[in-house]
């Protein structure tokens, strides 16, 4: 069994040595010291899959303004709140959203918009003193 991984401009092979027949090692066939270079190198890769995420949602930020669109899983990070969410705010019409084909995005002005209409101001003693 083996594989290729693409990590930026380089290509690196994944190779599982195949058992011999007199092995009655694990049933994997990587040693330990593998394991944990195979390990190394997918956190390296997973790093630089993160840095290219942050480099492209800059990009983003930069062509679309302050008002780039998101999609519904990066609301709900935003939101702090469940992926669904999101979904049932557009679909109860409670947020503004932009369609792209069946693709939904929310622009980051509508949520905080949405923010800080229900945003909930702290009584004073002298509000609690006119309620009475």
Do not use: C
């Not at 290509?11 to 394991?35: F, I, K, N």
């Amino acid at each position: 069994m083996s594989g290729r991984v693409r990590s930026g401009d380089k290509v690196v092979r994944l190779a599982m040595p195949r058992q011999q027949s007199g092995d009655t090692g694990r049933g994997g066939g990587l040693s330990e010291e593998e394991r944990q270079i195979l390990l190394a190198e997918l956190a390296e890769i997973t790093a630089e899959l993160d840095e290219l995420h942050t480099r492209t949602r800059q990009i983003t930020a930069r062509v679309h303004g302050a008002d780039a669109p998101i999609a519904a899983r990066e609301t709900a990070e935003y939101l702090n709140t469940s992926p669904r969410f999101p979904r049932r705010l557009v679909a109860e019409r409670r947020i503004r959203f932009v369609k792209l084909g069946r693709f939904v995005r929310i622009p980051e002005s509508s949520l905080r918009e949405f923010v800080s209409a229900g945003l909930v101001e702290p009584m004073t003693a002298s509000d609690v003193w006119r309620a009475v």
